[in-house]
């Protein structure tokens, strides 16, 4: 490594500590996936066998391509472009595309996510201040119409997310992201304990807890199947370029590996923490699981209003989602901005406005999608339905099989063992084995299989 390489490199910011690193990557994969997507998805799919499904994707493909984004993030050292192009320097292998179409990604979750976010926000906000007391429980499915049925509102709540994030991201990776999500993530947690305990001694709670773990397998379709899978995705924040930047900002004695199945596990102990909250209460007050992307807004809410202390449990389920957006929200704007500030050399001031201001301007589409544009549809899709289902379901998957070809392929076993292993420090020779493996022939197969069959191409 020339002088000049080393210097830019020391210059490079990154997590300070293995807790910073293990918060801020689960800060990234805990967000609305776990309390919005989770429930909602369960719910439409038919409960514990959609969860088992995607217990199976999160395992044997899920993990390997998060291990595989840290490979590459940390060898490069770089951002999501810049690390396929450090590592595969040949103009002839563009490799670095699937860096580029993982930024685009990015803005394609952020287009509908924000939107979401917003929706969040401004629950927590009137929760907060007393603006649901006078609402009762047969009042919040108009509640919530009226909110996203109405122009200004959910565009301004837009743009305080997209406001809110810029700040600590513009804040850098140790005292923006770091920070927060070590303070934030404790905090949810408790929370949603909290929740959990109000759930699960509801009478009747129990309807909920079967619905959520005793599988009916007949519920399996190739449409339910790309679903789970999508979602293994999108919990995990993979497939576009996300682990790869956080990988990047990991030290080199870091246990990557370590890291990945910590983040993974948690995840999806949060995702069903978020399922107890949700569906003991559903089915302990007869409503019906399979609300969809409403479920936490219209039922949740009516769940809350019907039982004891329930305005205080309301506050904290959506003070908790906001807190859990924002450190997903984070991770995925740091895409764009890496990569700006890296390969185009702009100010990290800059980056993050321009990044975040094109989040707001498109994602103003997915925001409309319920309002004014209700009636637009491109390929049979709203503009929120159209970002939610390319992002989560095509581009994601197709960045993974990317990302598993160019990990157990182009960079091989003998960088995997040495990169994963700290160049043979850590002790981890049969993982790394069985990793692999799954990245090299299981994953990639199993994810075109899926995203072929799912999207209707073939069929088995
Ligand atoms: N994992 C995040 C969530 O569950 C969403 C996300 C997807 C974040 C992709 C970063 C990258 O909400």
Request: charged share 10%; aromatic share 12%; net charge positive.
């Amino acid at each position: 490594m020339s002088d000049k390489e080393k210097s830019t490199e020391t210059k490079r910011e990154g997590f300070s500590t293995t807790l910073g690193v293990l918060a801020a990557t689960l800060g990234s994969a805990v967000g609305l996936g776990n309390i919005w997507k989770f429930p909602s998805l369960t719910g439409q799919n038919g409960g514990a066998a959609f969860v088992f499904v995607y217990l199976i994707c999160v395992l044997l493909i899920g993990l390997p391509v998060m291990i595989s984004e840290f490979i590459i993030g940390r060898r490069a050292g770089a951002n999501n472009v810049g690390a396929f192009k450090k590592l595969e320097p040949s103009p002839t292998k563009p490799w670095y595309m699937t860096g580029v179409v993982g930024v685009a990604a990015a803005f394609l979750i952020m287009f509908f996510y924000t939107d979401v976010a917003g929706w969040v926000y401004s629950y927590a906000f009137k929760s907060l201040t007393g603006g649901f007391s006078q609402v009762g429980a047969t009042e919040t499915a108009d509640v919530f119409a009226k909110y996203v049925g109405s122009v200004a509102g959910p565009l301004v709540w837009q743009w305080i997310v997209l406001a809110t994030i810029s700040v600590i991201i513009i804040a850098g990776v140790t005292k923006g992201i770091e920070r927060m999500t070590k303070t934030l993530l404790p905090i949810l947690l408790v929370l949603l304990l909290i929740c959990d305990i109000r759930a699960l001694t509801l009478p009747g709670a129990f309807a909920g807890v079967e619905y959520l773990f005793r599988p009916d397998f007949t519920k399996i379709t190739a449409g339910v199947v790309l679903a789970a899978l999508g979602l293994a995705f999108f919990k995990l924040s993979v497939g576009m370029g996300t682990m790869t930047t956080y990988g990047s900002y990991i030290g080199k004695k870091e246990n990557m590996p370590a890291n990945a199945v910590k983040v993974a596990l948690s995840d999806t102990l949060v995702s069903i923490l978020a399922g107890l909250a949700v569906f003991p209460a559903v089915f302990a007050f007869g409503f019906q699981p399979d609300a969809g992307p409403s479920l936490l807004f219209i039922t949740i809410p009516a769940v809350f209003k019907t039982m004891p202390f329930g305005q205080l449990f309301l506050t904290m389920f959506f003070v908790l989602a906001s807190i859990a957006a924002t450190g997903a929200m984070i991770s995925l704007l740091e895409v764009p901005v890496a990569y700006l500030t890296e390969e185009k050399r702009w100010s990290r001031m800059t980056a993050t406005l321009v990044s975040a201001g094109t989040m707001g301007v498109i994602g103003s589409l997915a925001t409309l999608s319920t309002s004014t544009l209700s009636d637009t549809l491109v390929f049979g899709k709203t503009f929120f339905d159209l970002f939610d289902f390319a992002s989560s379901n095509i581009a994601l998957p197709v960045g993974g099989i990317l990302i598993c070809l160019f990990v157990g392929w182009k960079l091989g076993p003998k960088v995997i063992m040495d990169e994963a292993s700290n160049a043979g420090a850590l002790n981890n020779v049969v993982f790394l084995k069985v990793f692999t493996v799954l990245v090299r022939y299981v994953a990639p197969l199993a994810i075109l299989a899926v995203l072929l069959n799912g999207l209707g191409i073939i069929t088995f």
